[in-house]
Structure formats: structure tokens, C-alpha cells
């Protein structure tokens, strides 16, 4: 059972190029994540969406993109990298019921994708 | 808005002794609260959540945590450290507005000495 799986681990970006980091999860959650880590800040949030088709901001979603076009993918997308973009990037999922505001089901994680922008 | 605090960045406590995470939160309305677990260079693991069924939870690898409202708080312990402890711990809280998003502590860095 793979659960969350990212790719790639590890990356080093020149400023201004782009790049998609893949998400993808087989437990067959609705819901899924895409957070950044930096030292001493915990996780900030920067995209979420509840299913296939429906995305939204988190607290931090300038200069990035999402799609959600199936269940199982959620890449994120950085157009134009910039240093502050330096970070290590997570994925999560999660299976929730449709409308409620929140739910005691827990966050699946993958294994992160290290980036850094040069 | 729902937010949680941990006190202490790093703590360090000896082989064989208590652990003690503190974990303060707020939140408007009845919290879903979880601890996770994250080792080097790996993902977040689940330790364990609070879903109102009973206020002290059970979780993986020995450890527990005791949900006190009046001190709104969620404290993790675990009676006898061991070395393979040493992680980072992270506390989040559910956050509300749709999502199941979650707030997350700034972590507390176990360090488990011999």
C-alpha cells in the first residue's frame, strides 16, 4: 500500500524557471493537501481541494498553482521560482463526508519533496 | 480563529525518563485534535487524535495525550523515553470553514539522551 507518494525528492530550481511537483495517493480520499515546511514555522498550508475539479487557496498560495483533475492527482505548479519559494513541500490526503466543516479523519503524508531555488 | 501553541522548541530528556509535549490550543468550537510524529526526512505520521469520545487517547509507540478543556490544553506524554523518540512532534487542531484543514504547532524537536 503506497499511500501518498511524491516525486520528486529532491530538486534545485534556478530563479524564474518552473516546475510541477507530482501527488499522487491510492487510499481513494476526497480530500487532499499541499503544504510547505520551513524551519521553526510548522506547516503552512497553501492549497487544498475536496475533490476532483474543486480547488482552493490555503494561507499562503501566491506563486503557485494547483489542478485537481482526478481523485487520485494533485500536482502543484510553481511558475516563476523565486528564493522564498526554498522550502520542503508536502502532500497529505484525507477522507472526509462532503460538507462537513471538519471531521476527526486524520492527514495521510508523503515523504516530501526538498526544493531549492538558486 | 483556531490556532495551537507548543511550548518549547527543543526538549530534551534522558533515556528512560518522562516525555512531556505541551500543546495549548484555542478554538471557537468543540476541537478534533491530532499529534503527529515526523521523523528526518520523512512525511508526518499520525501519533494519535481527540474526538471527544474519551478524553484521554492512546496512541502509537507508548505514547498518550489528556484532553482538559478548562486548561485548553493537549499534553503528550510518554512514561519512559526511548531513543527511537528522537523526531519532531507536531499539534494541530481542525481549523474549520470547510476542508478538513488543520492548523499546525510550530513543532517541539525531541532530543533523547543516553
Known amino acids: 500500500n503506497a499511500g501518498v507518494t511524491q516525486t520528486p525528492k529532491f530538486r534545485i530550481l534556478k530563479i524564474g524557471q518552473s516546475m510541477t511537483l507530482q501527488c499522487t495517493q491510492d487510499?481513494?480520499?476526497?480530500?487532499m493537501y499541499w503544504y510547505r515546511q520551513d524551519p521553526g514555522m510548522g506547516l503552512k498550508l497553501i492549497y487544498y481541494?475536496?475533490?476532483?475539479?474543486?480547488?482552493d487557496k490555503g494561507e499562503v498560495p501566491n506563486g503557485y498553482n494547483v489542478s485537481r483533475s482526478t481523485t487520485e492527482d494533485f500536482p502543484l505548479r510553481l511558475e516563476l521560482a523565486a528564493p522564498s519559494q526554498t522550502s520542503v513541500y508536502f502532500c497529505?490526503?484525507?477522507?472526509?463526508?462532503?460538507?462537513?466543516?471538519?471531521?476527526?479523519?486524520?492527514?495521510?503524508f508523503g515523504d516530501g519533496t526538498r526544493l531549492s531555488i538558486l | 480563529a483556531q490556532s495551537v501553541t507548543q511550548l518549547g522548541s527543543h526538549v530534551s530528556v534522558s533515556e528512560g525518563a518522562l516525555v512531556l509535549l505541551r500543546c495549548n490550543y484555542s478554538?471557537?468550537?468543540?476541537?478534533?485534535l491530532f499529534w503527529y510524529v515526523q521523523y528526518p526526512n520523512q512525511g508526518l505520521q499520525l501519533l494519535l487524535k481527540?474526538?471527544?469520545?474519551?478524553?484521554l487517547v492512546k496512541g502509537i509507540n507508548g505514547f498518550e495525550a489528556e484532553f482538559k478543556k478548562s486548561e485548553t490544553s493537549f499534553h503528550l506524554t510518554k512514561p519512559s523515553a526511548h531513543m527511537s523518540d528522537a523526531a519532531e512532534y507536531f499539534c494541530?487542531?481542525?481549523?474549520?470553514?470547510?476542508?478538513?484543514?488543520?492548523?499546525f504547532g510550530t513543532g517541539t524537536q525531541l532530543k533523547v539522551e543516553l
Open positions: 481527540y474526538t471527544s469520545a474519551a478524553t
Open positions: 487510499m481513494n480520499h476526497n480530500y
Open positions: 481541494s475536496v475533490g476532483a475539479g474543486i480547488t
Open positions: 478554538s471557537s468550537v468543540p476541537p478534533y
Open positions: 494541530a487542531v481542525t481549523k474549520g470553514g470547510g476542508g478538513n484543514k488543520l492548523t
Open positions: 497529505a490526503s484525507s477522507y472526509s463526508i462532503q460538507g462537513l466543516v471538519s471531521s476527526n479523519q486524520p492527514q495521510h
